[in-house]
């Protein structure tokens, strides 16, 4: 099964793929972490990122592309894969169709202001990568991971001013691709804005909708 999970920053796309990995068990494929492993064992696409993700804008697309390519044939995507953070726009969507059929995009939607709380609100786990938040997921022990004890931190591009600009990239470049993937009959909206279970429960619906669980 392929799976893309499409919406603005912070609507719960990590979230949902990796409890849908889980469940499906097949790999979620995330560009934006692959972007940061890049970047922390200092390779030379993960510097030729930093800059725009830094920025809240989008990294060239021939990197983007190059890279699902690579992680999409290797041999735990064999019975499908979960895609959060790709495609971001119409030219990356053009480059997964040559990749082969989708079954189904889940759109996240989300407002501006929401997107904006979450996010300043996130904190990320540096050993095991668990997404906390402290509002609405908080860990147990203040700045320690429940799952591994790791410490707790902020991503840089979490800062409000970043988020904001992130959101205005979704607008512009991501969200076109709602009537692209409607167009093709394949979209599924999701209403993001209730607690993490309320929206796994409307993810799982969708998915049971088209015959896929
Ligand atoms: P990326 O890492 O992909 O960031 P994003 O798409 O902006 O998504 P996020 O990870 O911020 O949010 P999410 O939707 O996964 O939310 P999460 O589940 O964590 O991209 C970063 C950068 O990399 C880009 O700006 C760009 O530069 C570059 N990049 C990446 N992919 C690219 C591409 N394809 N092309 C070009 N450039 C690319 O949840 C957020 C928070 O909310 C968490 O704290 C969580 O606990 C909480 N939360 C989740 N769901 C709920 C809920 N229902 N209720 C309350 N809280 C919730």
Redesign the pocket.
Known sequence: MRLV?L????????????RLSEKLSIPRI????M??DELNRGTALGRA?EE??R???????D??IEM?RRRAGQADCGEGFIL??????IR?AEALEELGPVDLVLY?ELGEEDVVQ??T???VCRECQF???????PPKVEGKCDICGGELFQ?H??KEEVVRQ?FR??RERTRPLVEYYEARSILGRID?????E??SQAVQEALQFRGLL
């Open positions: 999970l919406g603005p920053p912070g609507a719960g796309k990590g979230t949902q793929a990796a995330s560009t934006g972490d972007l940061r990122a725009y993700m920025k809240g804008v989008l990294a060239p697309d990197i983007i699902v959060d953070g790709f495609p971001r726009n990356q996240l979450r996010l609100d996130r904190r997404v906390y938040n402290l509002r609405f997921s991503r591009d979490d992130r990239t979704y993001a804005s209730g607690t993490i309320e929206t």
